[in-house]
T-cell receptor, first 117, second 112 residues
Framework: AQKVTQAQTEISVVEKEDVTLDCVYE???????LFWYKQPPSGELVFLIR??????QNEISGRYSWNFQKSTSSFNFTITASQVVDSAVYFC??????????????FGIGTKLQVIP | DAGITQSPRHKVTETGTPVTLRCHQT?????MYWYRQDPGHGLRLIHY???????DKGEVSDGYSVSRSKTEDFLLTLESATSSQTSVYFC???????????FGPGTRLLVL
């Protein structure tokens, strides 16, 4: 079965601290895609990154970085020097072919990050 | 940002009434999706469409129907609303089944 686990339901950090949001996935597919989305308090869902299973290079975008490790089926997201504007719910998602042969996107339940000034 | 709008943005309705939510896109993307978001469940797929008049069920499709008569519009209908359908509904679009999904602003529905 296809599954995404975000074990941290809520995290609080003080501004300027670094924080890592964990994402562990399960799939039998060998070609799959991983995503992170941000949902700020205003409610919209903002796409952050897409990664395919053949590209294990870590990526950095400003204060954001992503660590993809196939060996541990993890796609973790780190925010460096957190800011209050980073306060949001972050969703990890997996797109893969399920047991029925259909491409399916599965979302984790989200991690709520609160950055305290 | 992808051009996706949802209407209405907020709705309050009574149990047993039909409700239709509309998703409109200006990106000419082939795939469109309806999700619901509930605490503790993340986003769950209700129905999706892979072309005009081509739709299929997601994991939580009971009590919902969809229609897509034009590329740009994807309608979600709650045939007889129940309190368990109180939720935030998101529409998403993508250019391919493996491509990134972009989301609309959401519709907050309250069924009394």
């Amino acid at each position: 079965a296809q599954k995404v686990t975000q074990a941290q339901t809520e995290i609080s950090v003080v501004e300027k601290e670094d924080v890592t949001l964990d994402c562990v996935y399960e799939t039998r597919d060998t070609t799959y895609y991983l995503f992170w989305y941000k949902q700020p308090p205003s409610g919209e869902l903002v796409f952050l990154i897409r990664r395919n299973s053949f590209d294990e290079q870590n990526e950095i975008s400003g204060r954001y970085s992503w660590n993809f490790q196939k060996s541990t089926s993890s796609f973790n997201f780190t925010i460096t020097a957190s800011q209050v504007v980073d306060s949001a719910v972050y969703f990890c998602a997996l797109s893969a072919v399920d047991s029925g042969g259909y491409q399916k996107v599965t979302f984790g339940i989200g991690t709520k990050l609160q950055v305290i000034p | 940002d992808a051009g996706i709008t949802q209407s209405p943005r907020h709705k309050v309705t009574e149990t047993g009434t039909p409700v239709t939510l509309r998703c409109h896109q200006t990106e000419n993307h082939r795939y469109m999706y309806w999700y619901r978001q509930d605490p503790g469940h993340g986003l769950r797929l209700i129905h999706y469409s892979y072309g005009v008049k081509d739709t299929d069920k997601g994991e939580v499709s009971d009590g919902y129907s969809v229609s897509r008569s034009k590329t740009e519009d994807f309608l979600l209908t709650l045939e007889s609303a129940t309190s368990s359908q109180t939720s935030v509904y998101f529409c998403a679009i993508s250019d391919g089944v493996k491509e990134t999904q972009y989301f609309g602003p959401g519709t907050r529905l309250l069924v009394l």
